[in-house]
């Protein structure tokens, strides 16, 4: 009997869409085969707006962190409103 050599390729995981494979060469994929996504490699970064929509939506947002929140855009519509009236 002849050795037999193994080769062992990573597994890639999107950090986009929910895809893995397996990868066919030596080299890093440039894009997601799922998504073509050439950012698979990195998380998405999430937005201040889109952390407080989240925390909202769970229900993490106690409601002294909520009227504040409020307070801020209503005080940025204000601020945009004499802005506008210059």
Wanted: hydrophobic share 35%; proline share 8%; glycine share 6%.
């Amino acid at each position: 009997m002849t050795p037999q050599a193994t080769i062992s390729l990573p597994i890639r995981e999107c950090q986009r869409c929910p895809w893995v494979w397996v990868q066919r060469g030596l080299h890093k994929p440039r894009r997601c085969p799922d998504c073509g996504s050439p950012y698979w490699d990195r998380p998405r970064r999430v937005t201040r707006g889109a952390e407080r929509k989240a925390e909202e939506a769970a229900g993490l947002l106690t409601a002294e962190k909520a009227k504040a929140a409020s307070r801020r855009e209503w005080l940025r519509g204000k601020v945009r409103e004499a802005k506008v009236a210059d």
